[in-house]
């Protein structure tokens, strides 16, 4: 049965229920370009057609970009117009340290720099990585709001906000999408509303580190009770929570990390993944989900 696509928003644009993470490709103990490329080509090649990545996935300020033009260079070997990439501005990396900066003269400068980093002149859906405390939330949003009405940007996201901010953002945009963290171990934006919200106003909510990210995972690895689930349908406790996941809104895209063509290989097999309301409910017992 082919897998049902989710819609990013009301854009018309649609991608599968899974996508690909590039944060891990780029960072400190990536692998070579060479593995990294060919994590990104498996990704494409196994159907995964939504990518997601950030001007700051990089080592420091003179790495700035490294994702975006390694999935440039990837997407050659393919129509870009099957793959939707999705980037984000908003924090800096002076020293290798992660800050904000939500001003609109590096909003737009950032944007600008990822177009040319991802070779494309718009991006489908670009993201306020951040809200910056030291600046107006309304300058940041009034920002994004220009770069759309110049063409250069299709949809706007936001990133790691809360409930109060999408509300407010609403006011002065459109929000096509919402990225926070979420998987079984931080179910905060189940808990705050933020999910539901999404699925009542018909905005994207994208689950980044939905198999725990690079602190959690060894955590699902050894779940015992994903660990039971996953022998019965022969796939690992990785799968199983990103078919979990997806039962939880049909606004719900997972878009988990990757640097290995294993684990590229073994996110694609998630969404091939159902799961019997029984095992979805003894996942949710498990983690108050």
Known sequence: MPVALREIGTSGIKIKPIGLGGMPLSVSGRPSESEALKVLEIAVGSDLNFIDTADVYCIDEHDIGHNERLIAKALKRYPKNNVTVATKGGLVRPRGAWLTNGSPAHLLRACEASLKSLEIECIDLYYLHAVDDKVPFKDSLEALAALKKSGKIRNIGLSNVTLKQIEYARTILEVAAIQNRCNPLDLGSFQEGIVQYCERNSIAFVAYSPVGGSFQKSRIAEHPVLNKIASSYQANPFQVVLAWLLTKSPNLIAIP?????????????????????EDTNEIDHAFGG
């Open 257 to 277: 990390g990757a640097s290995r063509v294993e684990s590229v290989s073994s996110s694609a097999g998630a969404m091939e993944l159902t799961l019997s309301l």
